[in-house]
Nanobody
Framework: QVQIMESGGGFVQAGESLRLSCAAS????????MAWFRQAPGEGRDLVAT???????KYADSVKGRFTISRDNAKNMVFLQMSSLKPEDTAVYYC??????????????WGQGTQVTVSS
């Protein structure tokens, strides 16, 4: 069984920074892409950033230059450093990882999400 756990959300003022962390644990036999998504109230879930096991990254246009995704492969963790936060960044942030489990099957696993609220 695989578990995904996010942490680091909170309430900040516009212009401030936050760092989200996500840890994958359990029966893990490989992790490929890890990513962050977000979902604002009344909206769909949108991709924020992705990172491959080799460290290649991609970002949504709305966060380029402000957010940085990174990962620690040894600890099965991914991070999202968010700077110059705006009220429109307010959302529940979800971590996801493409993981090979004990059956050798690759599946996407999701965390429960962490709330980020940015006040103007």
């Amino acid at each position: 069984q695989v578990q995904i756990m996010e942490s680091g959300g909170g309430f900040v003022q516009a212009g401030e920074s936050l760092r989200l962390s996500c840890a994958a644990s359990g029966s893990i036999f490989g992790i490929d892409v890890m990513a962050w998504f977000r979902q604002a109230p009344g909206e769909g879930r949108d991709l924020v950033a992705t990172i491959t096991s080799g460290g290649s990254t991609k970002y949504a246009d709305s966060v380029k230059g402000r957010f940085t995704i990174s990962r620690d492969n040894a600890k099965n963790m991914v991070f999202l450093q968010m700077s110059s936060l705006k009220p429109e960044d307010t959302a529940v942030y979800y971590c996801t990882a493409h993981i090979r489990d004990r059956t050798s099957a690759w599946r996407d696993h999701w965390g429960q999400g962490t709330q980020v609220t940015v006040s103007s």
